[in-house]
């Protein structure tokens, strides 16, 4: 299995965040958190239940 959120937490922590926005929909996912990196992949989606975990991430910077 693909360690999703543990993966997407290192990029964070690595400095290749370099946007994010809260949308209404992307593909399925209602409302999404969608977090943008400098490199591949470039998009990752969060669902809403893991807001507030990246919300406390974001918030560290």
């Given at each position: ?36 990196f400098d490199t591949e ?8 239940h893991r807001f507030k975990?990246?919300e406390m991430l974001l918030?560290?910077?």
């Amino acid at each position: 299995m693909y360690p999703y959120h543990n993966k997407i937490k290192q990029r964070i922590r690595n400095k290749e965040l370099i946007d994010y926005k809260y949308v209404e929909s992307y593909k399925k996912i209602k409302p999404c958190l969608l977090l943008y990196f400098d490199t591949e992949p470039r998009i990752r989606p969060i669902r809403e239940h893991r807001f507030k975990e990246y919300e406390m991430l974001l918030n560290d910077d």
